[in-house]
T-cell receptor, first 110, second 115 residues
Framework: SQQGEEDPQALSIQEGENATMNCSYKTSINNLQWYRQNSGRGLVHLIL?????REKHSGRLRVTLDTSKKSSSLLITASRAADTASYFCALDNYGQNFVFGPGTRLSVLP | KAGVTQTPRYLIKTRGQQVTLSCSPISGHRSVSWYQQTPGQGLQFLFE???????NKGNFPGRFSGRQFSNSRSEMNVSTLELGDSALYLC??????????????FGSGTRLTVV
């Protein structure tokens, strides 16, 4: 069954540095989405990349998708303390279901 | 515009009781999905409703049920509560069915504690 796996599980960086987290999956997808969750709160939709797209940008976020390797990466540039959160990839399996990965906990130290 | 509203924010219940959680989606959104989030299992899909019909259901026991009203508001109910039902329950809305090509907008969640 479809699963999203993210790595690393946790990441700690200094303010101003770039943060990269990865998501791998098993079966073909319609699109892949990234979400952010601040501690104990709801998730916030960051970016959606379709299976026929290779790269998308939104502000300081850059997402890539490699369907041949079944993997995606989320890059946050010039990180800030406010970026401290958990980040989840979510896989849309052509409407059959929508699966979240276990998440990457990002800590940005001032 | 108003976001997704979940009520109540916090809830403490005793084992064996039942609970009803409410979710009001963004105006105009017709799809509502529910997720359970726990430290051990992460985000697990409960069910999705679209136009008052259950479209998808996750792998949860029959104690978990839901419904959607004509105004797209949704409720989920958990009967005969168990300690393991303690979790953050998240509601997400989307304009169309599921998160296909739209992405979800999530509420802040209901934190359920079963004692």
């Amino acid at each position: 069954s479809q699963q999203g796996e993210e790595d690393p599980q946790a990441l700690s960086i200094q303010e101003g540095e770039n943060a990269t987290m990865n998501c791998s999956y098993k079966t073909s997808i319609n699109n892949l989405q990234w979400y952010r969750q601040n501690s104990g709160r709801g998730l916030v939709h960051l970016i959606l990349i379709r299976s026929n797209e290779r790269e998308k940008h939104s502000g300081r976020l850059r997402v890539t998708l490699d369907t041949s390797k079944k993997s995606s990466s989320l890059l946050i540039t010039a990180s800030r303390a406010a970026d401290t959160a958990s980040y989840f990839c979510a896989l849309d399996n052509y409407g059959q279901n929508f699966v979240f990965g276990p998440g990457t906990r990002l800590s940005v130290l001032p | 515009k108003a976001g997704v509203t979940q009520t109540p924010r916090y809830l403490i219940k005793t084992r064996g009781q039942q609970v009803t959680l409410s979710c009001s989606p963004i105006s105009g959104h017709r799809s509502v999905s529910w997720y359970q989030q726990t430290p051990g299992q992460g985000l697990q899909f409960l069910f999705e409703y679209f136009s008052e019909t259950q479209r998808n259901k996750g792998n949860f026991p029959g104690r978990f049920s839901g419904r959607q009203f004509s105004n797209s508001r949704s409720e989920m109910n958990v009967s005969t509560l168990e300690l393991g039902d303690s979790a953050l329950y998240l509601c997400a809305s989307s304009p169309g069915t599921g998160a296909n090509n739209y992405g979800y907008t999530f509420g802040s969640g209901t934190r359920l504690t079963v004692v």
